[in-house]
Each structure stands twice: as C-alpha cells, then as structure tokens.
C-alpha cells in the first residue's frame, strides 16, 4: 500500500502491520520505556546539578509518556479498535514527540545557559558584597 495516498492513513480500519514492523515498533516503545524508568532512578539515586536533575527528570517524563501512548497505539492497532487503530494517531504521536521533545531541547541549551549565568552573576556580587 501506498503511504501517501489518503486512504492509508485514514483508513478506519487498517490492517496491523508486517509482523517484522510491528515486532520493531513494539521493540521501540519498550525502550522508551526501559530508558525512562532508568532516567527516574538515576535522577533519585545519583547527586545531579539542580538544573541538570529538572532537564533529566523532563527527558524521563516525555519518554515515559510517549511510551505509554505508543503502547495504547499499539494496542489499539493490534486489536484493530475502529478509528483508533487509524494510522494518522501515529502521526500525531511523532508529531508531539518531536514538539516535546524540542522544548527538551531549548531547555537545555537556551534556558540552563541564561540560569548559570544568572547564578554565576549573584555568585559574583555576593563575593564583592561580603568583603
């Protein structure tokens, strides 16, 4: 089948996937998964930097989310439910995905930088303030 004609997409009951695909699929959102309840435990067992813990506990909640909406997908395309088993909601998870995952993104590179450098200026007047 053709993936960009509309009925694919669309389709209010498509048929599930190629075993192999959907065996990969599966195999996906488990890492997801497996890779966020290591992230949780890593920020609650480790020492981390106070904004590196929030950007660590960000990465685990969108991991752990998209996993188990992937799961929900997959389950509803399993059991071929009529309009959730549409492959368009796969789309919208990899759109949402990539929304969230961008915000992670700006967070660390755009929002951590402005917080160190506010801190380091505070650091610098309470050094001057306390002579």
């Known amino acids: 089948m053709n993936i960009f004609t509309f009925s694919y997409w669309f389709s209010l009951r498509p048929d599930f996937f190629v075993n192999w695909i959907a065996q990969i699929v599966l ?3 488990i890492l997801l998964f497996v890779v966020s309840l290591f992230l949780k435990i890593y920020v609650t067992k480790y020492k981390v930097d106070k904004l590196l ?3 660590w506990r960000k990465l685990s909640d969108l991991l752990l989310v998209m996993s188990l909406l992937g799961f929900l997908l997959y389950f509803f395309s399993y059991e071929r439910i009529y309009i959730f088993s549409m492959r ?3 789309l919208l998870w990899l ?3 990539v ?7 700006k967070y660390i590179t755009i929002e951590i930088p402005k917080k160190r ?5 505070r650091d610098e007047k309470r050094k001057w303030n306390k002579k």
């Open 95 to 97: 759109g949402l995905f």
């Open 117 to 121: 450098a506010i801190q380091a200026e």
């Open 99 to 105: 929304w969230w995952a961008w915000n992670v993104y």
């Open 88 to 90: 368009v909601w796969y």
């Open 53 to 55: 813990k929030k950007f």
């Open 27 to 29: 195999i996906f959102f």
